[in-house]
């Protein structure tokens, strides 16, 4: 009956891969989130999908890339890996402005 | 988003009341006060949120200063398993509005 469900759980990759993280939510939310938490814990907001549609992009480098296929699933595509991208990726949804609930996260490590 | 302010740690006996306090004093009409929990190494978990009124959950209790410059989260028999960050977050509730996480209060339940 999990809730927020995130894939992988842990990822290692070399500098300069392409990687993704996905995410599925079993709530029947309409909302999904990306929050990226780095090595000094502070939790940030990357991305918002609506229905299907971008509605917050929060200063994310352009080798970010979200796509949503469904309203169940906002996966996170990454290119060309560098360090700083090193951190726990926490994927949450909601129905629409109300409360957010999160999945386990994801934590990447690039080496 | 109005900004909040926490201590930055507290501890609590055991089977004791934990109370967190939380000032918000730029909060607007409209925002609501959430407060969500990180234990070590897992995804964000909501806890309980409120307007104006007092609110009570199986997890905790939210006060609210009449002002709603300032909220307490209440946990009334906190046990070990309650040692987590602590995130005080005012926002409004609209269309895919994000949630802003502060450092939080690290509460530290001992025995």
């Known amino acids: 009956d999990t809730a927020v469900s995130q894939t992988p759980k842990y990822l290692v990759t070399q500098m300069g891969n392409d990687k993704s993280i996905k995410c599925e939510q079993n709530?029947?939310?309409?909302?999904m989130y990306w929050y990226k938490q780095d090595s000094k814990k502070f939790l940030k907001i990357m991305f918002s999908?609506?229905?299907?549609?971008?509605?917050i992009n929060e200063t994310v480098p352009n080798r970010f890339s979200p796509k949503s296929p469904d309203k169940a699933h906002l996966n996170l595509h990454i290119n060309s890996l560098e360090l700083g991208d090193s951190a726990v990726y926490f994927c949450?949804?909601?129905?629409?402005?109300?409360?957010?609930?999160f999945g386990p996260g994801t934590r990447l490590l690039v080496l | 988003d109005a900004k909040t302010t926490q201590p930055t740690s507290m501890d609590c006996a055991e089977g004791r009341a934990a109370n967190l306090p939380c000032n918000h004093s730029?909060?607007?009409?409209?925002?609501?006060v959430y407060w969500y929990r990180q234990i070590h190494s897992q995804g964000p978990q909501y806890i309980i949120h409120g307007l104006k009124n007092n609110e009570t959950n199986e997890m905790a209790s939210l006060i609210i200063t009449e002002d709603r410059k300032s909220s307490t989260l209440i946990l009334p028999h906190a046990t070990l398993r309650d040692t987590a960050v602590y995130y005080c977050i005012v926002r409004v509730a609209e269309y895919g509005n994000k949630l802003v996480f502060g450092a939080g209060t690290i509460l530290r339940v001992k025995s």
């Open positions: 709530l029947g939310h309409d909302t």
């Open positions: 949450a949804s909601s129905r629409t402005s109300e409360t957010q609930y």
């Open positions: 999908y609506n229905n299907k549609e971008l509605i």
């Open positions: 730029t909060i607007s009409g409209n925002e609501y």
